[in-house]
Every structure is written in structure tokens, then in C-alpha cells.
């Protein structure tokens, strides 16, 4: 039985790293295995440099290939990331139902020989997951988002989801089912459309595995798309998940941090949220000394004066609003037994 894979690419003025990222589709080690089907989807939206006259030059070589290379062109106004991925879609569904998988590249990524064939392994026997992988990266400003998730242990990839890195496994590594295949947000530049199909996966019943290779480049350079999206954008999408799929099923918590991000959080939840707050915790004396948060800020009386507490004396459920690199976090947090997801949740 011949299994189909359609490699999604939306392309933006991608001139510059078109040739590098095809080239990395046609050198695939799946190729070589003749009963899986390889078809790539272009959707160029509205390029205003080179990147058509680059697409054109990689049909020939393509077909030579035997891959179903198709490219889409938008001649209107740009319509955005997830509007690009869903037309791509579209046309390679329209052109080939017997699609089964998905593996999503970005133009200016580039694919290691192995990815398909080892995230084809994986998906399936887990089709109701998305597949990351594993990344390499080109820069020194994004170490800390690099080692998180190349390495965030197995078990937290579905619970450690509310930190400002963004969904467990990154965008460019995706590998799905189609059974598991959903609309990206299509609200254009300045939206965050794969942290909203990831939580919008997970509230489905979805999966998340990775593959614990390094399998894809994910370039960075200031072009990139996670540049066009505020800070308080990606805070206000974490929020609203978070508090429907975690806080309002509580009927109590607390919040350790005491600090910008705790109070930062608590002010931003709506009032019948804010009073199942029971205290904050933190180390720092002078949070302590008072045995009160003050908040006068706030609308409602309860509010604005919030107890306090020695991090000693944790009780769970608890949301962590830390740096994750804070020295000392984890060492306090190993001095009990609590459960990630369960116990508590880290939102920061």
C-alpha cells in the first residue's frame, strides 16, 4: 500500500533560501523507498522578490524526481502564514485525497535527509500526535528557546504549555495525520496561528511526541515571522487557554512569584478567577515582611490585599510565575512531590 506525504511550504518573499530548502526536500532518504509518495505544495503569497522564477527553475527537477510539485500563486495583497498553509493545503487535497501525512516546512528551513522517514516512523503509530523534532539553530539570542525545546522531558510536552517559548515542539517540525489536520488562524501578520492549532490540538484530545533528533534547521534572521507578533498578543492567546483549560476547573489556587509576572497574571484574570486566589508564595523578605500582596489597582475590595507566604510552606494546585532560569527554582520545587499538570502549571 503506497503511503502519501505532502510537504506544506508557504512561501513570503523567500528568495533568499528557497534553493537550500527545496533541495533539502529532494534529497530525502524516504525517496528512495518506493511505496511512500512525496508531493510538495507551494503557496507563493504574493512574493515580491525572485522566489516565483526560483519555484519555476525546481519543476523540472521535481518531476525528474517523480514529486508532485505544485505552486500556487496569490496576485493579491499577502494574506499571511496561515492563510498561505491553508490554501497549499487545499490545492494538494484537491489535487490528491489519498494525502495521509502532513510535514510542514518553512521557505527559509532546511530538512536533514532522515526527517520525513523518521517522523513517517513515528506518526504512525501515533497518528492523533503531533510530531516535532528536534532543531538546530543559526544564532546565540535564542539559546534558551533552543535547549527548552530540544530537550523539555517527553512527559511535559502536553503540560508545560504556557511558558513564553511557545508550543513544546516547534512550528517548522510539524508532522501530522491528516485525521489530526485543522484550519490555521487566518487573521493575518501579528497573529500567533501555530500556538493557537496547538492548543486548539491538545483541547481536541490531541498528542505531541518528538522525535529526539536534530532533523530540521530552523533558521533565524530578521525576517521571521515570530518578529510581527506582540508580546501581548502571545500573553492574551496563553491566557485564554489557560484559564478555560486549567484555572476554571479549580475550584482554589495559589501563585508562586510574588514578583512582575504573578502580579501581572493576577490582574489579568477576570474577577471570579482573581478571587479563587488564595495567596502568593515567594522567598523574598521584603514581599514577606507585610504577609500581604497590596494590589489597589483593582476594581474589587478582595483583591487588592492578597496573603502571602514563605515558598516553605507550598500547597498545591499552583500556578509558577518564574523565570525559568531563576536560580534555586528548581531545587526548591524538588523538595516535594508535585506533579507538573496536575499539582501545578507554569505560566510565564
Known amino acids: 500500500m503506497i503511503e502519501h506525504v505532502a510537504v506544506i511550504i508557504p512561501v513570503f518573499n523567500g528568495e533568499k533560501w528557497l534553493e537550500e530548502c527545496l533541495q533539502s526536500v529532494a534529497d530525502q532518504s524516504i525517496l528512495k523507498i518506493n511505496y511512500v509518495k512525496l508531493s510538495v505544495s507551494v503557496y507563493n ?6 522566489s516565483k522564477q526560483v519555484l519555476d527553475c525546481w519543476r523540472l527537477k521535481f518531476e525528474n524526481l517523480s514529486i ?32 495521509e501525512y502532513f510535514c510542514f516546512l518553512d521557505c527559509d528551513d532546511v530538512m536533514k535527509p532522515q526527517r520525513i522517514e523518521k517522523q513517517l516512523e513515528m506518526c504512525r503509530l501515533n497518528q492523533n500526535a503531533i510530531i516535532g523534532s528536534q532543531f538546530i539553530r543559526n544564532d546565540a539570542a535564542t539559546v534558551r528557546f533552543t535547549d527548552w525545546c530540544n530537550n523539555l522531558s517527553g512527559s511535559l510536552l502536553e ?25 490555521f488562524s487566518e487573521e493575518g501578520t501579528g497573529t500567533p496561528e501555530d500556538l493557537l492549532f496547538f492548543y486548539k490540538h491538545l483541547r481536541n484530545g490531541g498528542k505531541v511526541k518528538r522525535v529526539d533528533e536534530k532533523l530540521v534547521f530552523y533558521r533565524y534572521h530578521p525576517s521571521n515571522t515570530t518578529f510581527s507578533i506582540k508580546s501581548e498578543t502571545i500573553w492574551n492567546v496563553k491566557l485564554h487557554f489557560f484559564i478555560e483549560d486549567v484555572l476554571e476547573k479549580l475550584d482554589k489556587f495559589s501563585i508562586w ?4 509576572l504573578g502580579k501581572q497574571l493576577f490582574r489579568s484574570l477576570p474577577e471570579s478567577i482573581r478571587h479563587k486566589v488564595t495567596q502568593f508564595f515567594d522567598v523574598d523578605q521584603s514581599k514577606l515582611k507585610h504577609g500581604f500582596v497590596n494590589l489597589p489597582y483593582l476594581p474589587d475590595e478582595k483583591s487588592k490585599w492578597v496573603p502571602i507566604e514563605h515558598v516553605d510552606s507550598l500547597k498545591s494546585p499552583f500556578v509558577i510565575c518564574l523565570k525559568l532560569n531563576l536560580l534555586g527554582f528548581e531545587e526548591i520545587l524538588a523538595k516535594f512531590q508535585f506533579l507538573e499538570g496536575v499539582d501545578y502549571w507554569i505560566f510565564n
Not at 500556487?72 to 484537491?94: E, H, K, M, S, Y
Not at 512569584?257 to 512582575?260: D, H, T
Request: hydrophobic content about 35%.
Open 45 to 50: 503569497d504574493a512574493s515580491a522578490d525572485n
Open 68 to 99: 508532485d510539485f505544485i505552486v500556487t500563486d496569490n496576485c493579491d495583497a499577502p494574506g499571511g502564514v496561515g492563510f498561505a498553509r491553508n490554501r497549499a493545503i487545499d490545492v494538494v487535497l484537491a489535487k490528491n485525497e489519498s494525502i
Open 159 to 183: 503540560t508545560q504549555i504556557y511558558t513564553s517559548h511557545g508550543p513544546t515542539v516547534a512550528m517548522p517540525t510539524w508532522f501530522i495525520h491528516r485525521s489530526k489536520l485543522q484550519k
Open 257 to 260: 512569584g510574588a514578583g512582575k
